[in-house]
């Protein structure tokens, strides 16, 4: 297998589709050494096939807004593989989603859902519609009318959606009650991230962050570091954003940004317990502003419009919200700044460019399908906890949390150690998931 030769006819087959585009040629690059030493995956022409999706459900979904305007978006469902188990991933409703946008999505979760150790394939959905500046009922509508007709793609035992951008606990709710209604099947687990009295898992909200800085301290440990007083640098104020400021604050470290598509807000002094609750109030608001941080605390949080938190200096960035939020001009400013870690939250938050720069600097870096992993392995115990109709405490799935989150940095280490002794996480992280994938295919034949 040569990587160039796949990707210059993907490019020809699929031009324009740059995420995914670039989503295989990074698990492509780390994986050709080993790959070429396995004659019966070139046999059995597994890259060729798990570059491919399964199958892409493409559907119209229409809807009225407040003022009785008919409004029309495109929904989406790429199942992309289904080697390891059913097809499992999160939906995005974002303004700028495209099938390539879903493909490459889906593919990184095939990888990521291979690290978690549970048995669950890859999948990825979601819609260009915008919930920016929407009221409840709007989205409600919404998702109503996009189960419409999703709900003939998914089940239990086929195919298991939960949030991403855009998709929270409230439009999960949204669309359970509306695939009740439709398939006339009581069974929870159809979807994941539900409330927590109807068969959600405690801690799930959480866990993509939780998940995080538990994959960091573990690096962190690993390279002999700690912790305790760093200065965190966040970006987005979403779910993840959340989660990974409650565990930060936790655990001795100091957020000292968080940031949104209209600028940064710098705190010196550190995020607090009362300025993160608040973050959930600016998403259910709508609004997509980081600017109200600065607003509700004028004393704690100072906005400046258009820059992003890699203006900040920190130890740490932890990059949690949107693809290629940071690219190499600011992987540098980072460096000028002090910042000597940087644990990649969102799904390929760093732009090629960052991650070299990164790896050629000594920077210690880890890509999101490790580091974020905890969100869909959490997804996962929800769906143990729906088959066997019973619901663990906190404490218990935290347990698992941490245990599935150590195990995904020794596969990173056992996959990615050096000849120097230092770890290439992209590397660790692509070889083990792929391996396990590739496995799985190899034994279940040509289909
Ligand atoms: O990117 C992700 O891993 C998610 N959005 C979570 C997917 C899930 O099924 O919980």
Same mark, same amino acid.
């Given at each position: 297998m040569?990587?160039?030769?796949?990707?210059?006819?993907?490019?020809a087959?699929?031009?324009?589709?740059n995420?995914y585009?670039?989503?295989?040629?990074?698990?492509?690059?780390?994986?050709?050494?080993?790959?070429?030493?396995?004659?019966?995956?070139?046999?059995?022409?597994?890259?060729?096939?798990?570059v491919?999706?399964?199958r892409?459900f493409?559907?119209?979904?229409?809807?009225?807004?407040?003022?009785?305007?008919?409004?029309t978006?495109?929904?989406?469902?790429?199942?992309?593989?289904?080697?390891?188990?059913?097809y499992?991933?999160?939906?995005?409703?974002h303004?700028?989603?495209?099938?390539s946008?879903?493909?490459?999505?889906?593919?990184?979760?095939?990888?990521k859902?291979a690290l978690?150790?549970?048995?669950?394939?890859?999948?990825k959905?979601?819609?260009?519609?915008?919930?920016?500046?929407?009221?409840?009922?709007?989205?409600?509508r919404f998702?109503?009318a996009?189960?419409?007709?999703?709900?003939?793609?998914?089940?239990?035992?086929?195919?298991i959606?939960?949030?991403?951008?855009g998709?929270? &606990?409230?439009? !999960?709710?949204? +669309?359970?009650?509306?695939? @009740?209604?439709? $398939?006339?099947?009581?069974?929870? =687990? %159809?979807?994941?991230?539900?409330?927590?009295?109807?068969?959600?898992?405690?801690?799930?909200?959480?866990a993509t962050?939780?998940g995080?800085?538990?994959?960091?301290?573990?690096?962190?440990?690993?390279?002999?570091?700690?912790?305790?007083g760093?200065?965190?640098?966040?970006?987005?104020?979403?779910?993840v954003?959340? &989660?990974?400021? !409650?565990?930060? +604050?936790?655990?001795?470290? @100091?957020v000292? $940004?968080?940031?949104?598509p209209? =600028? %940064?807000?710098?705190?010196?002094?550190?995020?607090?317990?009362?300025?993160?609750?608040?973050?959930?109030?600016?998403?259910?608001?709508?609004?997509?502003?980081?600017?109200?941080?600065?607003?509700?605390?004028?004393?704690k949080?100072?906005?400046?419009p258009?820059?992003k938190?890699?203006?900040?200096?920190?130890?740490?960035?932890?990059?949690?919200?949107?693809?290629?939020?940071?690219?190499?001009e600011? $992987?540098k400013?980072?460096?000028?700044?002090?910042?000597?870690?940087?644990?990649?939250?969102?799904?390929?938050?760093?732009?090629?460019?960052?991650?070299?720069?990164?790896?050629?600097n000594?920077?210690?870096?880890?890509?999101?399908?490790?580091?974020?992993?905890?969100?869909v392995?959490?997804s996962?115990?929800?769906?143990t906890?729906?088959?066997?109709?019973?619901?663990?405490?906190g404490?218990?799935?935290?347990?698992?949390?941490?245990?599935?989150?150590?195990?995904i940095?020794?596969?990173?280490?056992?996959?990615?150690?050096q000849?120097?002794g230092?770890?290439?996480?992209?590397?660790?992280?692509?070889?083990?998931g792929?391996?396990?994938?590739a496995?799985?295919?190899?034994?279940?034949?040509?289909?």
């Amino acid at each position: 297998m040569k990587t160039k030769d796949i990707m210059a006819r993907l490019q020809a087959k699929y031009p324009g589709e740059n995420e995914y585009l670039q989503a295989v040629q990074e698990v492509l690059e780390s994986i050709e050494d080993v790959y070429n030493q396995h004659p019966e995956f070139e046999k059995a022409k597994i890259v060729e096939r798990m570059v491919e999706p399964d199958r892409i459900f493409t559907f119209r979904v229409t809807w009225v807004d407040d003022k009785g305007e008919v409004q029309t978006n495109t929904g989406y469902r790429v199942q992309f593989n289904s080697a390891i188990g059913p097809y499992k991933g999160g939906l995005r409703f974002h303004r700028m989603v495209t099938p390539s946008m879903l493909k490459f999505l889906g593919f990184e979760q095939t990888f990521k859902n291979a690290l978690t150790t549970l048995p669950m394939g890859g999948a990825k959905g979601g819609s260009d519609f915008d919930p920016k500046g929407k009221t409840d009922e709007e989205i409600m509508r919404f998702c109503q009318a996009f189960m419409l007709e999703l709900w003939q793609c998914i089940g239990p035992d086929q195919d298991i959606p939960a949030g991403d951008v855009g998709v929270g &606990g409230r439009e !999960i709710g949204y +669309l359970y009650g509306m695939y @009740k209604k439709l $398939a006339r099947e009581y069974n929870t =687990g %159809v979807l994941t991230g539900k409330g927590a009295t109807w068969g959600g898992s405690i801690l799930r909200p959480e866990a993509t962050g939780f998940g995080a800085l538990y994959f960091t301290e573990n690096l962190l440990h690993h390279a002999g570091k700690d912790i305790k007083g760093c200065r965190v640098a966040v970006s987005g104020f979403g779910n993840v954003a959340w &989660g990974a400021s !409650i565990k930060a +604050l936790e655990l001795g470290a @100091k957020v000292v $940004a968080i940031s949104g598509p209209d =600028g %940064v807000c710098e705190i010196p002094e550190g995020i607090t317990k009362e300025m993160i609750d608040y973050m959930l109030v600016m998403r259910a608001s709508n609004r997509d502003r980081v600017e109200d941080m600065a607003t509700r605390f004028p004393d704690k949080a100072f906005f400046t419009p258009g820059k992003k938190a890699w203006s900040v200096k920190c130890d740490i960035a932890l990059p949690c919200a949107f693809q290629n939020e940071l690219a190499e001009e600011d $992987a540098k400013q980072l460096k000028e700044n002090g910042c000597w870690c940087c644990c990649e939250v969102s799904n390929m938050g760093c732009q090629p460019g960052a991650i070299h720069f990164f790896q050629h600097n000594g920077i210690l870096f880890a890509p999101g399908k490790a580091v974020n992993a905890g969100g869909v392995a959490t997804s996962g115990l929800e769906m143990t906890q729906n088959a066997e109709h019973i619901s663990w405490s906190g404490k218990e799935v935290d347990e698992k949390l941490h245990f599935i989150m150590r195990s995904i940095h020794e596969q990173c280490v056992k996959f990615g150690t050096q000849p120097d002794g230092s770890v290439d996480y992209v590397k660790g992280a692509n070889i083990a998931g792929f391996m396990k994938v590739a496995q799985a295919m190899l034994e279940q034949g040509t289909v």
